[in-house]
């Protein structure tokens, strides 16, 4: 678990998010709810598997989760520190979950400590993608999942939206093609068991993608 001086990126993702915190969930209900209904049902998580959660946000994947199972073990930990206010208050009826502020590069966790990393709607804000890799693969028991679910650069319309942040978002590192994902998961040691593009309206193009790392 080495620690990592704050990057210029996760500063201001941050405080972005802090700010945001207490409209994020009204501000993006929409995209929210579409995004991540799709997630849990894409993902098909084991109700026995112990769960981290990396930039989880206001704990609404948590809050779907539980509700589907309330007995499932989850750990959700994110940057921002308002986030995570909105997710205990959310979620303080379950015992079973926690939360903690950390970077993705970074986590406070002893090695092979979970059954399944998840990630949603964040991978184009870390800054130094194989070290968040290679700390999703260090927290992982063996043969453990990986499910991410990120923006997709193949459509025009996303590689318009990812040029215009680069420019006026400090708060952006990069989208990905689906084929750039997938060379990044297995030049870090995962092998991709399945994967799949989804549009939800004419803007938005996801990538959904299951990956195990074999240690």
């Given at each position: 678990?080495?620690?990592?001086?704050?990057s210029q990126?996760?500063a201001?993702?941050?405080?972005q998010?802090?700010?945001?915190a207490?409209q994020y969930?009204?501000r993006?209900?929409?995209?929210?709810t579409?995004t991540?209904?799709?997630?849990?049902?894409w993902?098909q998580?084991a109700?026995s598997?112990?769960?981290l959660?990396?930039?989880?946000?206001?704990?609404e994947l948590e809050?779907?989760l539980?509700t589907?199972?309330?007995q499932?073990s989850?750990?959700?930990?994110d940057?921002?520190?308002?986030m995570?206010?909105?997710a205990?208050q959310k979620?303080?009826?379950?015992?079973n979950i926690a939360f903690?502020v950390?970077t993705?590069?970074?986590?406070?966790?002893?090695?092979?400590q979970?059954?399944v990393?998840l990630?949603?709607?964040?991978?184009?804000y870390?800054?130094?993608?194989?070290t968040?890799l290679?700390?999703?693969?260090?927290v992982l028991k063996?043969?453990?999942k990986?499910?991410?679910?990120?923006w997709?650069?193949?459509?025009?319309?996303?590689?318009?939206?990812?040029?215009?942040?680069?420019?006026f978002?400090p708060?952006?590192?990069?989208c990905?093609t689906?084929a750039e994902?997938?060379?990044l998961?297995?030049?870090?040691?995962f092998?991709?068991v399945?994967s799949q593009?989804v549009?939800?309206?004419w803007?938005?193009?996801?990538m959904?993608?299951?990956a195990i790392?074999l240690?």
């Amino acid at each position: 678990m080495t620690q990592h001086v704050e990057s210029q990126i996760e500063a201001t993702v941050r405080q972005q998010y802090n700010q945001l915190a207490t409209q994020y969930d009204r501000r993006w209900q929409q995209y929210i709810t579409n995004t991540l209904v799709f997630f849990k049902d894409w993902m098909q998580l084991a109700p026995s598997a112990i769960v981290l959660d990396i930039a989880c946000g206001t704990g609404e994947l948590e809050r779907l989760l539980l509700t589907q199972n309330p007995q499932q073990s989850i750990t959700g930990v994110d940057i921002s520190d308002e986030m995570l206010r909105q997710a205990q208050q959310k979620l303080k009826s379950f015992p079973n979950i926690a939360f903690q502020v950390a970077t993705a590069r970074s986590l406070p966790f002893q090695s092979c400590q979970f059954d399944v990393v998840l990630s949603a709607n964040s991978f184009h804000y870390f800054d130094q993608p194989d070290t968040v890799l290679q700390e999703m693969q260090r927290v992982l028991k063996p043969n453990g999942k990986l499910l991410l679910l990120d923006w997709c650069r193949d459509s025009w319309v996303c590689q318009m939206c990812d040029w215009v942040l680069q420019w006026f978002d400090p708060a952006h590192k990069q989208c990905y093609t689906q084929a750039e994902l997938h060379t990044l998961l297995t030049s870090n040691q995962f092998q991709i068991v399945r994967s799949q593009k989804v549009r939800f309206g004419w803007l938005w193009e996801l990538m959904v993608v299951e990956a195990i790392y074999l240690n």
